[in-house]
């Protein structure tokens, strides 16, 4: 069964942190990218960070500095560390999987409530 799996969202006050974890079930194979995106009430989805397979980075100018992504391929999970969270990262943050052959897969979301 294929499925992408996030945890680890919730209500935290400006200043706080959160850890969000997403994991890829057995049934994706040929894992590449994976990344975060969010998603604040009225906007479009954006996304936050990305990392390759070899662990080369790439983050949304509004979080470098705050957040941290990283990934276990053995586990075929991926992590966001989020430090320092303010108001404006209020959202529904996705997971996304991408594969080598077989597209992109979404996680169902997890919500991330910053209050100030």
């Known amino acids: 069964q294929v499925q992408v799996v996030e945890s680890g969202g919730g209500l935290v006050q400006a200043g706080g942190s959160l850890r969000l974890s997403c994991a890829a079930s057995?049934?994706?194979?040929?894992?590449?990218?994976m990344g975060w995106y969010r998603q604040a009430p009225g906007k479009q989805r954006e996304l936050v960070a990305m990392?390759?397979?070899?662990?080369?980075?790439n983050y949304a100018d509004s979080v470098k500095g705050r957040f941290t992504i990283s990934r276990d391929n053995a586990k075929n999970t991926v992590y966001l560390q989020m430090n320092s969270l303010k108001p404006e990262d209020t959202g529904v943050y996705y997971c996304?999987?991408?594969?080598?052959?077989?597209?992109?897969?979404w996680g169902q979301g997890t919500q991330v409530t910053v209050s100030s």
């Open positions: 057995r049934g994706i194979f040929g894992i590449s990218v």
């Open positions: 990392i390759t397979t070899s662990s080369g980075t």
């Open positions: 996304n999987v991408g594969t080598v052959l077989t597209g992109s897969y």
